[in-house]
């Protein structure tokens, strides 16, 4: 099965699954590094526990052996997204509104590549952020990655 169907089965397999529960898938990816990963990222208020990476993967492994769509061998793995977590979809962006967010541009706009700055929103295909006391517009697909800052 190519790569690109592979993310959305893996998405119908794990809302079947978290159905009813107090988790939320956040991603999936289906990536090669040095080898295939098939990454599931779920959280939930309070923050997400290895029992629940547990009990989900258990699920999904038993679910992805008996349907078999995953030609190459891979590395399951199911986790939290992590303090950094990556902003994907529009769900994200609104609960994260008044976060403090990074976004790293494909190419540069306005002379820089990299924005922090506080998340206003994400409307009609544009993020905006308050960065410097100033609203910054970035269009979405400009965005090659937007995730929660982290401050050390």
């Known amino acids: 099965m190519a790569k690109k169907k592979i993310e959305p089965l893996v998405e119908e397999l ?16 289906f990536v090669k590094e040095r080898d295939w990963y098939l990454r599931v990222f779920l959280d939930k208020a309070g923050g997400i526990e290895i029992e629940d990476c547990r009990r989900v993967s258990e699920a ?9 769509p995953i030609e190459q061998s891979y590395y399951l793995e199911v986790s939290s997204p992590g303090l950094d977590r990556p902003l994907k979809k529009a769900r994200d962006f609104t609960r994260h509104t008044g976060d403090i ?5 494909f190419t540069p706009l306005n002379g820089q590549k990299e924005f922090i700055g506080e998340l206003r929103g994400l409307r009609e295909g544009v993020i ?7 609203e910054v517009d970035i269009p979405q697909e400009k965005a090659a990655l937007v995730r929660l800052h982290i401050s050390f």
């Open 14 to 29: 794990v809302a079947d699954i978290i159905k009813g529960s107090d988790l939320e898938l956040v991603d999936v990816e």
């Open 60 to 68: 999904l492994e038993k679910q992805l052996d008996a349907l078999d």
């Open 101 to 105: 967010v990074e976004i790293h541009t």
């Open 128 to 134: 905006t952020i308050l960065q410097d006391n100033q």
